[in-house]
């Protein structure tokens, strides 16, 4: 049977499969057919929200990866045989998640399975180990692994640019699309088996990057984390990317990102913020960036091993017979051991050429140092991987050639696949471990080389250790790799700097015993308690978190194709009705209107900033009105403000935030605020022409009552770093004056204390209810965290108000805000303010009909 949601090719991004729940249903395979993903998707109709929670209570894991955690063989009967896969990842981080917890694992297998027995296949998988198959057609596979993430995704997150076709090569837009389609092909499978209301779904890994985006689109309030366990690449590097923007849109989609260390998380808001213009804010431990309403929660927290799973296979017969045999083979001998892939990023010939070097420079090594090099087949393939096993087999050759004789083979190089109890043989005679890469998302190996260092007795007996001895291991880790961090104990170096990974193999062998024990117990109590059932438990943890006003608030999905994103907000927090406002209007007599400029009667990004003729008509009609009060509030100088809006009579302006305010155009400026002097200019303007200097693309705007450092064009990333620096530079040394300093959207300001936006609405409330007009009408527009003080002011005026005023406090754009409304942008606004207009000029046309 043939997916309909791929062989219809305009169908791939609707999300129109069945959902199933907690159903055991026969699942259908996913297509056999090639297809290719149109990216212009459409119809968002079928976003789901949650309706009413389920009555069941066991959470649900619904783990997805490229691959399940299965393996697979033919029978002598050609019948198909699984089992487990004890060394997967996804199958070991189970034992973090509780047994109250029920997984189901979607993903891939890594045997072919012919279109005829996929069904039965797949519903055995499914009755006898909760796994969902995605089955792919080989063509598609190819193009989505080998092409897509292996010659894009995995050299540009390890830092590889495609400067010429043997360098990942040039970006082939097929790949992308089979990329696409894959990834929703997986989302249909996820779909099969979800229960919305009652799942977690964790993706992990690069291969399902927009994942989320289609699993977001079916169900808004999909409870959904993602884990990506390669290196995030700097800003300067990802931007390279032609669909850079979709892959940080699509992550975007989940509630939680996790990454393994600060720097690929700081790399991947680098770019949020460089590219989405997105900015990012910790709280009590947490950094979360807001997004279209939602906080998306950024988890930092580097994966760890299975020990219990790692210490059963030492105790094998197995493993203690091949102890001792290497026991006896290397006699007399101190052996450096490298576990690692066959590929470009593992540095496995910088870590000979620093061997040869060490021979060469301290001949006491020769005939005592080996260094057993185990490498593992490259999982990608291509030109590079073939280099590099030339240059690595060429390397040996030339080193064993030089420094070998009877009895003496300084490099033993292992390239066919071991069995886990040979290298965990290794790791237990090895007195070094050697990590060399040049680019690494985790690695694991230093981890499990520590607890196999740790032994058991009986292996302490076979090597003629006491077992009342402290143990000890010495770790050399390339400063690149993600496990970097976490090993304090161990000797980081350049992996490019053959000199220093020499001597740092000197250092490990010559280091005192009791250092070594030392530095072996640290690595063993962090590696021990942070294994990877702690790590499942901590990101679930962070999950639920990260989901837990799902429910409460409304959301609904906007955008098309990869574009789409969930718009998610406060219950309370609605569109303005231009029919329920112009209603109210009506029906008002005493009416108080507060309208900020900046972003909201003039388009943000205009290179004009003066109002327009429009906006000056819809002003003066709403200022003929008697009934109404019409305030502009803005941030401005009383000059501009005085110049720009001269031919409206009857309207009332505030500048500077509030400071300078007169009721109409004949009426003198006013100081709200009582300042007695502004010396502090003297102390503040100084420190501001300092960091103005030293911040391209910033500037300084001397206002009456203010100084402010706006650093809107220049660099995000470093103008965000000087603000806040000069933020508590300004802070330190105004201490002591009557001054507030506040940052803003691309701003540092200084002003006296009490001046705000919200003692102009005080202001405004307070005239009008000496002058008997209890406002029964208020209406508060604007678009920045300064505006946000008038909302305040207006929303607790109870005492200033008429007992049945209508309050229409009012935001630009949907996110969080202390207003009740928002309208989307300048363009609604206005059309909102001409409905207003047109009412005040109706009523003025039928008034003198009225008393005649």
Not at 203 to 209: A, E, G, I, K, S
Not at 264 to 284: D, K, P
Not at 441 to 461: A, F, T, V
């Given at each position: ?11 791939l991004t609707s999300c129109d499969s069945p959902t199933f729940g907690r159903e055991k249903k026969r699942l259908p395979r996913v297509a056999t057919i090639a297809g290719v993903l149109s990216e212009l998707d459409d119809d968002n109709s079928n976003s789901v929200g949650s309706g009413a929670p389920s009555s069941i209570s066991q959470d649900r894991m619904i783990i997805v990866g490229n691959q399940l955690p299965l393996r697979a063989h033919r029978k002598d009967n050609g019948k198909w045989d699984f089992t487990w896969d004890e060394d997967s990842l996804l199958l070991q981080l189970k034992d973090g998640l509780g047994e109250d917890v029920e997984v189901i694992y979607v993903g891939c297998l890594r045997e072919e399975i012919e279109p005829s027995e996929q069904d039965d296949v797949a519903q055995h998988l499914l009755d006898s180990f909760k796994c969902v198959p995605t089955f792919l057609p080989p063509e598609l596979f190819s193009k989505f692994y080998h092409g897509f993430c292996k010659q894009h995704l995995w050299p540009l997150f390890h830092y590889m640019l495609p400067l010429s076709p043997d360098l990942g090569g040039r970006f082939d837009r097929s790949l992308w699309q089979a990329y696409v389609s894959v990834n929703k092909i997986f989302a249909d499978k996820v779909m099969e088996v979800i229960s919305p209301d009652d799942d977690f779904v964790w993706v992990h890994d690069y291969h399902l990057m927009v994942l989320p985006t289609f699993l977001r689109k079916r169900f808004n309030r999909v409870r959904l984390g993602f884990f990506l366990h390669s290196p995030f690449p ?619």
């Amino acid at each position: 049977m043939v997916s309909r949601s791929y062989s219809n090719l305009l169908d791939l991004t609707s999300c129109d499969s069945p959902t199933f729940g907690r159903e055991k249903k026969r699942l259908p395979r996913v297509a056999t057919i090639a297809g290719v993903l149109s990216e212009l998707d459409d119809d968002n109709s079928n976003s789901v929200g949650s309706g009413a929670p389920s009555s069941i209570s066991q959470d649900r894991m619904i783990i997805v990866g490229n691959q399940l955690p299965l393996r697979a063989h033919r029978k002598d009967n050609g019948k198909w045989d699984f089992t487990w896969d004890e060394d997967s990842l996804l199958l070991q981080l189970k034992d973090g998640l509780g047994e109250d917890v029920e997984v189901i694992y979607v993903g891939c297998l890594r045997e072919e399975i012919e279109p005829s027995e996929q069904d039965d296949v797949a519903q055995h998988l499914l009755d006898s180990f909760k796994c969902v198959p995605t089955f792919l057609p080989p063509e598609l596979f190819s193009k989505f692994y080998h092409g897509f993430c292996k010659q894009h995704l995995w050299p540009l997150f390890h830092y590889m640019l495609p400067l010429s076709p043997d360098l990942g090569g040039r970006f082939d837009r097929s790949l992308w699309q089979a990329y696409v389609s894959v990834n929703k092909i997986f989302a249909d499978k996820v779909m099969e088996v979800i229960s919305p209301d009652d799942d977690f779904v964790w993706v992990h890994d690069y291969h399902l990057m927009v994942l989320p985006t289609f699993l977001r689109k079916r169900f808004n309030r999909v409870r959904l984390g993602f884990f990506l366990h390669s290196p995030f690449p700097s800003s300067e590097i990802y931007r390279t990317l032609p669909v850079r923007d979709e892959l940080l849109r699509a992550l975007l989609n989940s509630d939680l990102i996790g990454f393994h260390t600060f720097d690929y998380a700081r790399h991947f808001l680098s770019c949020c913020s460089r590219m989405l213009g997105l900015s990012y804010q910790s709280q009590r431990g947490y950094i979360g960036i807001e997004y279209y309403g939602r906080t998306v929660s950024i988890k930092i927290l580097p994966v760890g091993i299975h020990i219990v799973q790692l210490q059963s296979v030492m105790n094998l017969p197995e493993t203690e017979r091949k102890v001792a045999e290497l026991q006896d083979q290397f006699k007399g001998q101190t052996v450096m051991l490298g576990v690692d892939d066959m590929d470009i990023f593992k540095g496995i010939s910088l870590k000979l050429l620093a061997l040869e070097q060490l021979l060469l420079q301290h001949a006491d090594k020769r005939g005592k140092v080996v260094l057993v090099q185990i490498a593992n087949p490259a999982r990608g393939r291509g030109k590079d991987v073939q280099e590099v096993q030339s240059e690595t087999y060429a390397t040996v050759k030339r080193i064993n050639d030089t420094f070998g004789r009877s009895g003496y083979t300084p490099v033993i190089l292992i390239d066919t696949p071991l069995q886990s109890y040979e290298r965990i043989a290794y790791y237990v005679i090895a007195e070094c471990c050697l990590v060399t890469a040049v680019r690494d998302g985790m690695n694991l190996i230093p981890y499990e080389y520590i607890i196999c260092r740790q032994g058991s007795e009986k292996l302490d007996e076979i090597l003629g250790i006491n077992p009342f001895t402290e143990k000890k291991s010495m770790l050399v880790v390339s400063e690149f790799v993600g496990c970097s961090p976490s090993l304090s104990g161990a000797i980081r170096v350049n992996p490019w700097n053959i000199d220093a990974v020499s001597e740092a193999m000197d250092s490990a062998l010559m280091i005192p015993e009791s250092e070594k024990q030392m530095r072996h117990e640290k690595h063993y109590r962090y590696v021990s308690t942070h294994d990877v059932a702690y790590w499942a438990r901590s990101f679930l943890q962070d999950l639920e978190r990260a989901c837990r006003d799902h429910l409460r608030r409304r959301c609904w999905g906007i955008g098309f194709g990869l574009g789409f994103r969930v718009i998610t907000l406060d219950p309370n927090f609605r569109k303005l009705s231009v029919e329920h406002i112009v209603s109210a209007y009506k029906r008002t007599k005493h009416r108080a209107i507060l309208l900020d400029y900046d972003s909201t009667m003039m388009q943000p990004g205009s290179i004009s900033t003066a109002p327009n003729a429009e906006v000056i008509g819809i002003l003066n009609s709403l200022c003929r009105d008697t009934k109404n009060v019409v305030f502009i509030v803005s941030g401005k100088e009383k000059k501009i403000l005085t110049e720009w809006f001269s031919s409206c009579d009857n309207l009332g302006i505030a500048a500077e935030h509030g400071f300078f305010m007169r009721t109409n155009h004949d009426a003198e400026w006013e100081t709200c605020v009582a300042v007695p002097d502004f010396d502090w200019k003297q102390i503040a303007e100084p420190v501001m022409q300092l960091y103005m200097e030293t911040t391209d693309g910033s500037n300084i705007e001397a206002k009456e009552s203010a100084l402010v450092w706006n650093y809107e064009y220049a660099d995000r990333d470093f103008g965000s770093c000087q603000a806040k620096e000069l933020l508590d530079h300004l802070e330190s040394v105004l201490a002591n004056e009557p001054v507030s300093v506040k940052s803003g959207s691309h701003i540092v300001e200084v002003k006296p204390q009490g001046v705000d936006k919200g003692i102009v609405a005080e202001h405004l409330l307070l005239t009008m209810q000496q002058k008997g007009m209890i406002p029964d009408f208020v209406l508060c527009i604007g678009d920045d965290r300064s505006d946000e003080d008038m909302f305040k002011v207006i929303m607790n005026a109870k005492d200033s108000l008429s007992t049945v005023a209508e309050v229409f406090p009012c935001t630009v754009g949907q996110k969080p805000s202390k207003a009740k409304y928002y309208l989307e942008d300048t363009s609604e606004i206005l059309r909102m303010l001409h409905g207003l207009a047109n009412a005040s000029e109706q009523s003025l046309r039928s008034s003198p009909q009225s008393s005649n």
